[in-house]
């Protein structure tokens, strides 16, 4: 038992450590570096007009930002500030060691592809920040002894802002909820029914209790874009499923698209000519404005594109999985990507052409020597490593997966820790996250695969730490750790 001194003394010890690297994060990206998709949210933010294509949430929140400071720099702080919230909140949980709690947040934050996204302000790394989050609350539920409800009012809360910040970040939530549905089904009075049910009809009530809370989130997000904010439909998915035509058409040797999209001049030369599995912009914008996949706004154009992009995946399955597999291949890393897609070096330089009203604002890239150090000569010598490749992280998480699935055999009849059921579905959620980005991505980005990057370095860590809490054969002061450890004895 660590004495009531020498925990406060870590505690101050690691806000210490928080609030140095929000620092030198800070001074190292300061204002902070936006991608198209960034200065259109901040766009909309200024003008208090919104749209549904990216957040309007992050947009609202930028709003009020805006009031304060014009322009990215505060968003910066906010999203540094809630990664290093999330990493020291799951570092608090993972380890009882104050060295190691160290390692670890440091590890999180410095870890390239991290790194390089916590400079950007973007709704990959907002989401990246309240995912850490979610991840850190949820390790703590498991860690109590019994389920306490305003974790899982937080957790549900953190659902519901992750998912309308990127969509296809809900699949990751959908394995953890199921755990916890799990768990209050175990905890409740022996008189109710669930209790006696046999364990795979459990999961499978747990499993569709997590389901039914993300639709329930994605409906209750529908409503916050139409009745509060007012956000403008767009149809941000028309993007994919032209996408998805493109690459079935060139494969079909047939022009798939409909008549709006053909009236445009879009026929099948044109396609063959623009459609690339890496991405989907030369379809929609180019230098050459003259001909260019037109966007809609017209609800019964919209409706057309859906009914085209049905019929051509009926008719044309195997293309369309060719497809599909081709632009995964790339996002995976078994193939040639483009520098700018692995990491972004600076603003978008057409800020001003997207939003003319920043030329009020600091957005400026920041230009220190550390900053140039990391932008021309430390990126670019780890690009073409595995850091960079998608595929070494899900081969992590598979491994880490099979190990703790291991654990789990061992310890049969006596249940699964809570450490083990953590890592399998932080796992499962990372596979099933997969699966989404193969039918939902308009091209080879890899900033979609930061949240399974996240969620391999969670793992391993969490493996590790175990091993160390076995081999000390010592009773370390968190629950969790006591079960790792007798799992690892085991």
């Known amino acids: 038992m660590m004495e009531p001194h020498s925990c406060i003394n870590r505690t101050g010890v690691m806000i210490l450590t928080g609030i140095l690297l929000w620092a030198l994060l800070l001074a190292l990206y300061l204002p902070g570096m936006m991608i198209a998709d960034s200065v259109d949210m901040l766009c909309q933010a200024i003008h208090n007009q919104y749209h549904d294509w990216h957040s309007p949430l992050m947009s609202v929140v930028w709003r009020f930002l805006n009031m304060i400071v014009l322009g990215p720099s505060l968003m910066l702080v906010l999203i540094e500030g809630l990664f290093l919230l999330g990493a020291g909140l799951f570092v608090s949980r993972a380890s009882t060691s104050l060295f190691w709690r160290i390692v670890i947040m440091l590890l999180l934050t410095f870890w390239p592809p991290i790194l390089a996204n916590l400079g950007i302000v973007s709704k990959d790394s907002v989401f990246l920040s309240l995912y850490l989050v979610f991840i850190a609350i949820f390790l703590g539920a498991l860690d109590s002894p019994k389920l306490q409800w305003w974790r899982v009012a937080v957790l549900i809360l953190l659902v519901l802002c992750g998912s309308e910040v990127r969509t296809d970040g809900a699949a990751l939530f959908v394995p953890p909820l ?39 989130c994605l409906v209750l997000i529908g409503g916050f874009h139409k009745y509060i904010v007012h956000a403008t439909p767009r149809f941000n998915t028309q993007v994919e499923l032209a996408f998805d035509l493109a690459g079935i058409s060139v494969r079909a040797d047939q022009n798939l698209m409909p008549s709006y999209i053909r009236r445009a001049r879009i026929d099948l030369g044109f396609l063959k000519s623009r459609y690339t599995p890496l991405r989907q912009d030369p379809l929609h914008g180019t230098p050459d404005t003259i001909r260019n996949i037109p966007v809609t706004t017209n609800p019964r154009e919209f409706s057309e594109l859906e009914t085209a992009w049905w019929h051509a995946i009926v008719r044309h399955p195997l293309y369309y999985l060719e497809h599909r597999a081709a632009v995964s291949a790339y996002m995976l890393g078994f193939g040639h990507q483009l520098n700018w897609q692995l990491y972004q070096p600076g603003t978008d330089p057409n800020y001003l052409h997207y939003c003319p009203p920043l030329r009020s604002a600091d957005v400026q890239d920041n230009n220190t020597p550390l900053r140039v150090l990391l932008r021309d000569r430390v990126m670019p010598a780890l690009l073409p490593t595995p850091l960079f490749r998608a595929y070494s992280y899900i081969l992590v998480i598979l491994g880490a997966a099979g190990w703790a699935a291991r654990r789990m055999m061992v310890r049969r009849g006596r249940g699964a820790d809570s450490g083990t059921t953590f890592i ?11 699966f989404v980005l193969f039918g939902a991505t308009p091209g080879a980005y890899f900033r979609y695969q930061l949240p399974t990057i996240l969620s391999a370095l969670i793992v391993v860590v969490l493996a590790v730490q175990s091993r160390i809490a076995g081999s000390k054969r010592r009773a370390p002061t968190s629950m969790l750790a006591q079960e790792m450890a007798e799992s690892v004895e085991t």
């Open 424 to 434: 399998l579905a932080i796992a499962a959620g990372a596979v099933l996250h997969e």
């Open 178 to 216: 199921a755990v916890l549905f799990l768990r209050t089904v175990d905890q409740s009075p022996k008189s109710t029914p669930a209790r006696s049910l046999s364990r795979p009809f459990k999961w499978t009530i747990a499993g569709t209790m997590a389901v039914a809370t993300i639709v329930v």
